[in-house]
């Protein structure tokens, strides 16, 4: 079973809009933490944001935000404003707590197009 | 420069060719992690590393490809007899804890090695 999921293989949204991006996942760990990354075409992976399984207050990191909805095992992540350099590829990805490598669990990403 | 380090960026390798990457990662850092990366995919973990022991090599695909960390800093990534199913791009990533860090430590990623098998 897919641990990390991402259904939108693409997406647009009109520059200055808000866009979420979905990601579920899937762990029987009481301890986790959830991640977004962007990559651009450059290809380094760029951290935007973090969840604690244990958190309780949403994360929010200036744009970014994400929306923790632990019971339905969703993590998705809301740019708002969207920016013309937010282009690129964004990954949610999972750390487990009993994974003693502390190794990041990636899903497939999704490709964010901004329009002028 | 402040950030990880790979080379070469891009290699292009005959089929049974050997290759080996290299990872410089951020100074100080204790963990080093492999991923690879499929054309259209997110990254997939390779192995990892604290200091120079090598404490997970789950992800590695096969006996042909061989991780090692030394000195606990630079690491290389070794493929032996490459073949066409290994062109992906290769990311190495650091971070500055060991396992034991707390769960938000962040994974600093370099730009990656795109290797190319023909």
């Known amino acids: 079973a897919q641990k990390i999921t991402q259904t939108q293989p693409g997406m647009f949204v009109q520059e200055k809009e808000a866009v979420t991006l979905d990601c579920t996942y899937d762990?029987?760990?009481?301890?986790?933490?959830l991640f977004w990354y962007k990559q651009p075409s450059s290809g380094e992976m760029i951290f935007l944001i973090y969840?604690?399984?244990?958190?309780?207050q949403n994360a929010t990191e200036g744009r970014y935000s994400l929306n923790f909805q632990k019971a339905r095992k969703s993590a998705n992540l809301v740019i708002s404003a969207s920016q013309l350099g937010d282009s690129a590829m964004y990954f949610c990805?999972?750390?487990?707590?009993?994974?003693?490598?502390?190794?990041?669990?990636f899903g497939s990403g999704t490709r964010l197009l901004v329009r002028p | 420069g402040a950030g990880v380090s790979q080379s070469p960026r891009y290699k292009v390798a005959k089929r049974g060719q050997d290759v080996a990457l290299r990872c410089d990662p951020i100074s100080g850092h204790v963990s080093l992690f492999w991923y690879q990366q499929a054309l259209g995919q997110g990254p997939e973990f390779l192995t990892y590393?604290?200091?120079?022991?090598?404490?997970?090599k789950s992800g590695l695909p096969s006996d042909r490809f061989f991780a090692e960390r030394p000195e606990g800093s630079v690491s290389t990534l070794k493929i032996q007899r490459t073949q066409q199913e290994d062109s992906a791009v290769y990311l190495c990533?650091?971070?500055?804890?060991?396992?034991?860090?707390?769960?938000?430590?962040?994974?600093?990623f370099g730009q990656g090695t795109r290797l190319t098998v023909v």
């Open positions: 990533a650091s971070s500055h804890g060991g396992g034991e860090s707390p769960m938000n430590t962040e994974a600093f």
């Open positions: 990805a999972m750390r487990e707590g009993l994974d003693s490598s502390y190794k990041l669990i």
């Open positions: 590393f604290q200091n120079e022991a090598q404490l997970d």
């Open positions: 969840q604690g399984s244990y958190d309780e």
């Open positions: 762990t029987s760990d009481q301890s986790y933490g």
